[in-house]
């Protein structure tokens, strides 16, 4: 330690970092902790989740950002935006920028987030970032990205934003490959602004990491109803460009089956991968991310952390430690990333006050999926992939049972599957008021009712009570960001009455925005109630 501080260097400004940033700062502000921030954006920390919706046109930049710097810096943090780090010099404790700048640590914490996948297709470079490729390409590939042609882009940052809005605009002809939750998140979106949307995907139903058949068949029927075009079982093998005043332009995706898809901007929604350049070259081991322990510390180097989307938790066991291929990946989610930044704040603070710190860190089970659009409702989490009739492979596989229903005409469908009594899994699509439900048993691990299909009541004319209080003071509110209803309501009764007021007091909403349409019904409730005693 310097002057009886503990030297922290946070490489990574994203919504991850600045939350390690913002909880470091009452250590900071007491003088026990020296941190330095490190973002390779210029621009402020935004949320990346909601960055579709930028693009679209629902939402300005300013809605998106999560945490003004200058903060930080009244608070006796150092922040560098605009800046790379090149190097980790592990032997030394320093960190290199790309100025030649070296800063000191004691602690590294790696936020460096994730990229955006460029799939492989014949008329597009994909970069390397495997450890050879990296060592011939040295620092200049340290949070480099893809050299995309005109017409074809990602969307992960502001500036991939403002280049979809101008096409989102002018009704421009656009592709979305990959039918995740994200990409089809953005369709809707760009579909409703006036722009003429295709998806194409290779699957037989869209959203296939989360949602079994019926339910993705269901799904893809209400994108065609809301005019998106979508091509299912359509591998993409080539993109074919146009001249466009001496350069070339995008002009259509070309499929393994012939098919040639014009249009005037193909955006590519084909998943994230982390960035782990800088702790590969580090010689720091990597997989699906910097691998780390259950502590958020790096295999290699007890003085290095990771966290959020460049984090790959293994326990380190000898058994993991002789596997080639680790198991597991990084989440991919908001929530997940605050808890561990939450959780590291406070043992880097404790670590520099010299007081123990026995809290766990958080452990993770399947995160509840949701598509965020106002007329297309699919909740979902956990293996739906099991089928009504499927037995257990051995003894020592559990007996899962399974309930399903089906009203494709209308576009409801539910899929739950339980195991004694208690839900390990679901898919839910045009049924809001099931999904609320379901969600509340799934996060309580509490058990559904004997006849499943009391559940269906819920969304139908004749509405029953929830068995799971909605408005309970422990019910989960947030799931990114833990708010529960008591914080919500305690909130209202100070004055904070709008879902704006509640994100800045709470935290609540400010994460992939699907709790927003409960916080209006909090508000409600509790203003009501409020008003009533008044």
Partial sequence: MSSGRLRVVVVGFGPVGARLCEELLPAVRSGTVELTVIGAESDA???????????AGRADRDALLLHDPADARAAGARVVLGTRVVALDRDARCAELETGERIPYDRVVLATGARANVP?????????????????????????????????TVLRDIADAERVHRAVRAGARITVLGAGVLGLEFALLAAD?????????????????????????????ALKDRGITVFAHSRAEAVAFRENGGSRAFDAVVTADGNYL????????????????????????????VVVDEQLRSWSDEAVYAIGDCAHVVPRTAENEALSRLPGAPSGLIGPGWRQAAWLAARL?????????????????????MLKDDDIDVVAVGDVDIELWDQPLSETEPLR????????????????????????????????????????????????????SLLLRLDGADEISSAADAFAPTATVCSCNGVRVQRIADSIAAGNDTVACLGRDTRAGTGCGGCKGRLVDLIERFAVAEAASA
């Fill in 401 to 452: 049972h399974v309930a399903q229903w089906a009203d494709p005409m209308h576009g409801r469908y539910v899929k739950m599957v339980t195991h004694d009594g208690v839900l390990d899994a679901f898919a839910c699509v045009g049924m809001p008021r099931t999904a609320a439900e379901l969600t509340l048993l799934y996060d309580r691990r509490g058990e559904l009712p004997s006849d499943r």
């Fill in 262 to 289: 014009r249009g005037d901007l193909l955006v590519l929604s084909c998943g994230i991968g982390a960035r782990t350049e800088l702790a590969t070259l580090a010689g720091l081991r990597t997989a699906a991310g």
């Fill in 120 to 152: 492989t297709l014949a008329g597009l470079d994909r970069p390397r970032y495997d450890e050879a490729a990296l060592r011939r390409t040295g620092p200049a590939a340290i949070g480099s990205d893809a050299l995309l042609p005109t017409g074809v």
């Fill in 349 to 369: 603070a404790a670590e520099a006050a010299r007081i123990r710190h026995d809290d766990p860190a958080p452990i993770e089970s399947d995160a509840v999926v």
């Fill in 45 to 55: 920390p935004y949320n990346r989740v909601l960055i579709a919706e930028l693009a």
């Fill in 193 to 221: 602004a006036g722009a003429q949307v295709s998806v194409l995907h290779h699957g037989p139903t869209p959203m296939p990491r989360n949602l079994d058949r019926g339910a993705g068949t269901v799904l893809a029927r």
